[in-house]
T-cell receptor, first 116, second 113 residues
Framework: AQTVTQSQPEMSVQEAETVTLSCTYD???????LFWYKQPPSRQMILVIR??????QNATENRFSVNFQKAAKSFSLKISDSQLGDTAMYFC?????????????FGAGTRLTVKP | EPEVTQTPSHQVTQMGQEVILRCVPI?????FYWYRQILGQKVEFLVS????????KSEIFDDQFSVERPDGSNFTLKIRSTKLEDSAMYFC???????????FGQGTRLTVV
């Protein structure tokens, strides 16, 4: 079974600063997908960024980037130039390859607070 | 932009009652999911559905739960006899063939009293 671990229940950062959220996972699969989802107070689940395991290049999406270390099974999220609107719960998620309707498994989440 | 819609946004029900949570996935998506999030806790997988049948289900998804795609657009989650511990946010998600991204609905908050 795949497990996803987020070891930081809560973090805070000053507005405009950079913060990194940690995620590790355990799998025997060689091909899979990793995600970071944001859940603001509205409780909506919003995809922030996605990484395919077969791609060595780290995914980036504007102020959001990941540090994907496949051998270490680590997938951290870096938020640059933090904004007040980034305040939310952040969930790391894992999905096996696309076949067979694989579902997504989530970590416990990290609550990020951006302070003015 | 297409989106997954869930109704109702909030439902209060008495313990022992049946509830049906409704979802309309994005129209060309073929893979459907239900997830549950007890307040302040992690998002937990319940069930996945493809080609009109359950593909996978978690240990949470016991005989009290069922899913159905009654027509070409709706995807429902039924809880036959609700318990207090069923109180949670329930998320529906859908995914298109060949893509990894799952799109989530806004959730239904279920409160069992």
């Amino acid at each position: 079974a795949q497990t996803v671990t987020q070891s930081q229940p809560e973090m805070s950062v000053q507005e405009a600063e950079t913060v990194t959220l940690s995620c590790t996972y355990d799998t025997s699969e060689s091909n899979y997908y990793l995600f970071w989802y944001k859940q603001p107070p509205s409780r909506q689940m919003i995809l922030v960024i996605r990484q395919e395991a077969y791609k060595q290049q780290n995914a980036t999406e504007n102020r959001f980037s990941v540090n994907f270390q496949k051998a270490a099974k680590s997938f951290s999220l870096k938020i640059s130039d933090s904004q007040l609107g980034d305040t939310a719960m952040y969930f790391c998620a894992f999905m096996k390859h696309l076949d067979n309707n694989n579902d997504m498994r989530f970590g416990a989440g990290t609550r990020l607070t951006v302070k003015p | 932009e297409p989106e997954v819609t869930q109704t109702p946004s909030h439902q209060v029900t008495q313990m022992g009652q049946e509830v049906i949570l409704r979802c309309v996935p994005i129209s060309n998506h073929l893979y459907f999911y239900w997830y549950r999030q007890i307040l302040g806790q992690k998002v937990e997988f319940l069930v996945s559905f493809y080609n009109n049948e359950i593909s996978e289900k978690s240990e949470i998804f016991d005989d009290q739960f069922s899913v159905e795609r009654p027509d070409g657009s709706n995807f429902t989650l039924k809880i036959r006899s609700t318990k207090l511990e069923d109180s949670a946010m329930y998320f529906c998600a859908s995914r298109y063939t060949g893509t990894a991204e799952a799109f989530f609905g806004q959730g239904t908050r279920l409160t069992v009293v």
